[in-house]
C-alpha cells in the first residue's frame, strides 16, 4: 500500500511531538523558509528528516513503513520517463527584498539564501492517478529508498539526467539550492 505525499501538517504533529530533533538540526536547510505553503501540501525535507520520521511513524505506530524504491515509484507514477526539458521556474515562487518573484534569486551568501522563502505557486497541478496525489512539475522530486530522489514529472535525477539512482543529491539539502522541493510518500508493507 502507498500513501499520499507526507504533508506540511504531517510534519508539524512530528515536530511538536520530537522537539529535540527539531532544535538538535544544525548544518542542514531551513525548513521553515521552504515549508510556508498550505498545511496540506507536501513537505519538502532533507533525507536525514524523512529517515527521522520514517523511524518515528513506525515506533508510534508499531507500523512497518519505508519509502517506495526508483522500480515502485515508476510503477505508480501516472508520468513516463523523459528527456529533461528546460524547467518551468512558473511551479516555484521566491519571495526575497520584499518581492514575489518566479525567477531564481541571484547568488547570494547561504545565510541570506536560507531565509529566502520558496513556496509552490498558486499554478501548481496536482493530479491524482489510482487514488494516490502527484505533483504534476519538474520542480518537484520525492525521495527514494536507494537515497535519491526523482523529479515527478519527467522521472529524472536531481540534476535531470535519466541516472535516477546515481544521481545522488546532498542528503542534508531539501532540494531548495536547486530551486526544487523535496517531499516524500511512504511504502506500507503488509
Known amino acids: 500500500m502507498v500513501s499520499n505525499l507526507i504533508t506540511i501538517n504531517d510534519w508539524s504533529i512530528f515536530c511538536k511531538e520530537n522537539q529535540d530533533y527539531i532544535k538538535n538540526r544544525k548544518g542542514m536547510d531551513d525548513l521553515k523558509s521552504i515549508n510556508t505553503d498550505n498545511d496540506n501540501m507536501p513537505v519538502s525535507l532533507t533525507f536525514y528528516d524523512v529517515l527521522k520520521y520514517i523511524n518515528w511513524l513506525n515506533q508510534k505506530h508499531n507500523a512497518n513503513v519505508r519509502l517506495l524504491n526508483f522500480d515502485e515509484y515508476k ?33 547570494m551568501e547561504e545565510e ?9 505557486s498558486k499554478d501548481i497541478k496536482i493530479m491524482m492517478h489510482n487514488h494516490i496525489n502527484f505533483i504534476e512539475s519538474d520542480r518537484f522530486a520525492e525521495w527514494i529508498l536507494e537515497k535519491a530522489c526523482v523529479r515527478s514529472k519527467t522521472l529524472t535525477s536531481f540534476y535531470g539526467d535519466k541516472s535516477v539512482i546515481r544521481a545522488v543529491p546532498p542528503l542534508d539539502w531539501s532540494g531548495k539550492y536547486k530551486y ?11
Open 75 to 107: 510503477f505508480i507514477s501516472p508520468f513516463e520517463q523523459t528527456d529533461r526539458n528546460e524547467w518551468k521556474h512558473e511551479d516555484i515562487e521566491f519571495i526575497y527584498d520584499e518581492k514575489i518573484s518566479t525567477e531564481p534569486p541571484p547568488y
Open 180 to 190: 526544487t522541493k523535496i517531499g516524500f510518500r511512504l511504502c506500507y508493507d503488509l
Open 112 to 120: 541570506k539564501f536560507q531565509k529566502i522563502i520558496m513556496r509552490f
